[in-house]
Every structure is written in C-alpha cells, then in structure tokens.
Nanobody, 122 residues
Framework: QVQLVESGGGLVQAGGSLRLSCAAPGSIFSINAMSWYRQAPGKERELVAAIPSGGNTNYADSVKGRFTISRDNAKNTVYLQMNSLKPEDTAVYYC????????????????WGQGTQVTVSS
C-alpha cells in the first residue's frame, strides 16, 4: 500500500529540471529521516539523497552538485530539486520516511511512496 504521497515526476530534456515532492502521513508524532531512492529499468534500487531531522544532507556521488534535498517540517514533506538532468537519471523515484505515529509514538517505522517516473531524453 502507498503510505507516502509523491508527485512531480515527468518527461524532460537533458539539462532540464524537475522538483519531486513527498508528503508523510498527517497523523505522525515525529519524523526521523527522509530520503529519496531511485530504480532504473533492469537495475537495483539506489539511495539518491537523505536528510535527517537535524537537517544535514547526504547525496550519491552521481547526483552531487546537481540535486538538492530539503524538507518542510510543518508540512511533513520532503523535496528533491533535480537540476542539470541527464539521461542516466531516468528512473522511478521513491521517497522513504522513518517516523513515529501519534497512535504508536514509541515505534519507528519506515514508510514508502508509490513512486514517480522521471524520464530524461537526449
């Protein structure tokens, strides 16, 4: 089941930009870390970027300098700004959140988005 809601994917030409959004459930108690993964056809899923609650960010070498991850804690939303896109960036992008719900605030659980397609043409 889809537990996080993603949006922002699409088709762009090389060198273009896209911004992905991912919203966590509204009934959360707290969010630890949020991150973006991607999976290209025939390839394994890879971690693209991550941002803990403290705000420090981490990026895969392949996207460093081109992608920026950020979060809006008031909206429980994480973003991925993707600039200078390359055909190699074509993949389904998934967001992930480690969080506690108000119902079970002592339990940390991972939630995933449904995936959003990003296609970069030459």
């Amino acid at each position: 089941q889809v537990q996080l809601v993603e949006s922002g994917g699409g088709l762009v030409q090389a060198g273009g930009s896209l911004r992905l959004s991912c919203a966590a459930p509204g009934s959360i108690f707290s969010i630890n870390a949020m991150s973006w993964y991607r999976q290209a056809p025939g390839k394994e899923r890879e971690l693209v970027a991550a941002i803990p609650s403290g705000g420090n960010t981490n990026y895969a070498d392949s996207v460093k300098g081109r992608f920026t991850i950020s979060r809006d804690n008031a909206k429980n939303t994480v973003y991925l700004q993707m600039n200078s896109l390359k055909p190699e960036d074509t993949a389904v992008y998934y967001c992930n959140a480690l969080l506690r719900t108000r119902t079970f605030p002592t339990v940390i659980k991972a939630y995933w988005g449904q995936g959003t397609q990003v296609t970069v043409s030459s």
